[in-house]
């Protein structure tokens, strides 16, 4: 019996183990970050599969050591970050000088990390970390105030990320949701030609990224309208966009698995009469699985290394 290994985030980083049916509650272990520290969103593996590495609230991007040795500091998105300061700290209204890392995902080819930051755009860190550079902060002349999630082609290393919205910053993301701001953008950034394109505008909350398998559309999550949309970026439908699926719950962020389908974590959005668990997508945007896990507000599902039984 082969074991699946998943990655879930809520506050806490949590490593799941079993064999996964929407029938079978999972055994799962966790990995607690250090004293002081939340926030965690999303999570990646390094080039040789080292990590994980997360994003937390006060602006630090961490990896997991292992269990002898723990978290250990990697990177970090803001120039101005002050330890003394910005270390342990919750408060959102410092996340504007101590970086808030949303969004990570490594180039495979080159090793390096790229990151969505809340408040300093998208940026690269070298495989040895440090402080992070800044390689977009606009796209046609418009100021990312929300850059959120990114995924990256293998094969060519562009990066498509989303700004959640032009209006609101990360630290108003209740008021946008609240007025139901439609300012999200899908975007993308050539790193040999340091061009970055709008994609698709006039989004609901845009969120989580995900790349198809076979790189012929991008998906983006629009958490306020409860959906997954599709832009083709191939084909006759090439510059198009769909719904992939429509969610009972609010969608956060969306990562493919090995088999190229997709892990999506959703949340009730404030309503504690709608249950909902983080679903796996098929190719189509039917839903084929719900995780039958309870840890309370997700922001993303992970599947590393092995098949699901």
Same mark, same amino acid.
């Given at each position: 019996?082969?074991?699946?290994? +998943?990655?879930?985030? /809520?506050?806490?980083?949590?490593?799941?183990?079993?064999?996964?049916? /929407?029938?079978?509650?999972?055994?799962?272990?966790?990995?607690?970050?250090?004293?002081?520290?939340?926030?965690? #969103?999303?999570?990646?593996?390094?080039?040789?599969?080292?990590?994980?590495?997360?994003?937390?609230?006060?602006?630090?991007?961490?990896?997991?050591?292992?269990?002898?040795?723990?978290?250990?500091?990697?990177?970090?998105t803001?120039? +101005?970050? $002050?330890?003394?300061?910005?270390?342990?700290s919750?408060?959102?209204?410092? #996340?504007?000088?101590?970086?808030?890392?949303?969004?990570?995902?490594? *180039?495979?080819?080159?090793?390096?990390?790229?990151?969505?930051? !809340?408040?300093?755009?998208?940026?690269?860190?070298?495989?040895?970390?440090? @402080?992070?550079?800044?390689? !977009? $902060?606009?796209?046609?002349?418009?100021p990312?105030?929300?850059? *959120? =999630?990114?995924? $990256?082609?293998?094969?060519?290393?562009?990066?498509?990320?989303?700004?959640?919205?032009?209006?609101?910053?990360?630290?108003?993301?209740?008021?946008?949701?609240?007025?139901?701001?439609? &300012?999200?953008?899908?975007?993308?950034?050539?790193?040999?030609?340091?061009?970055?394109?709008?994609?698709?505008?006039?989004?609901?909350?845009?969120?989580? @990224?995900?790349?198809?398998?076979?790189?012929?559309?991008v998906?983006? &999550?629009?958490? &306020? =309208?409860?959906?997954?949309?599709?832009?083709?970026?191939?084909?006759?439908? /090439?510059?198009?966009?769909?719904?992939?699926?429509q969610?009972?719950?609010?969608?956060?962020?969306?990562?493919?698995n090995?088999?190229?389908?997709?892990w999506? =974590?959703?949340? *009730?959005?404030?309503?504690?009469? @709608?249950? @909902?668990?983080?679903?796996?997508?098929?190719?189509?945007?039917?839903?084929v #699985?719900?995780?039958?896990?309870?840890?309370?507000?997700?922001?993303?599902?992970?599947?590393?290394?092995? /098949?699901l039984?």
């Amino acid at each position: 019996m082969k074991l699946s290994q +998943f990655f879930i985030f /809520s506050f806490i980083l949590i490593s799941l183990f079993g064999c996964v049916n /929407s029938h079978q509650a999972l055994k799962y272990n966790t990995l607690e970050l250090p004293s002081g520290v939340s926030g965690p #969103e999303s999570i990646a593996f390094d080039c040789n599969g080292d990590g994980p590495y997360t994003g937390i609230s006060d602006g630090r991007i961490l990896k997991w050591q292992g269990s002898k040795h723990g978290w250990k500091e990697f990177a970090i998105t803001s120039p +101005f970050r $002050i330890p003394k300061f910005c270390d342990g700290s919750l408060n959102p209204a410092m #996340e504007q000088v101590c970086g808030r890392p949303l969004g990570l995902k490594f *180039n495979e080819a080159t090793c390096d990390l790229y990151i969505a930051d !809340a408040y300093f755009g998208l940026l690269v860190v070298g495989q040895n970390g440090g @402080v992070a550079k800044q390689v !977009a $902060i606009s796209a046609e002349g418009v100021p990312f105030r929300f850059t *959120n =999630a990114l995924d $990256i082609d293998q094969n060519t290393g562009v990066v498509y990320f989303t700004d959640t919205s032009t209006i609101f910053q990360r630290w108003a993301y209740a008021i946008a949701m609240q007025i139901g701001d439609k &300012t999200g953008r899908l975007l993308k950034y050539d790193p040999r030609t340091k061009e970055v394109t709008v994609l698709l505008r006039g989004l609901s909350f845009s969120n989580g @990224v995900a790349l198809s398998e076979d790189k012929d559309f991008v998906l983006v &999550t629009e958490t &306020t =309208a409860a959906k997954v949309t599709r832009y083709w970026l191939q084909c006759q439908k /090439s510059q198009l966009s769909d719904t992939f699926t429509q969610l009972v719950g609010c969608p956060d962020n969306i990562q493919r698995n090995i088999h190229g389908e997709f892990w999506v =974590a959703q949340n *009730n959005c404030g309503r504690p009469e @709608v249950k @909902v668990r983080p679903v796996r997508l098929n190719k189509e945007g039917k839903i084929v #699985e719900e995780l039958s896990v309870d840890v309370g507000p997700l922001s993303e599902v992970q599947e590393k290394d092995n /098949s699901l039984c």
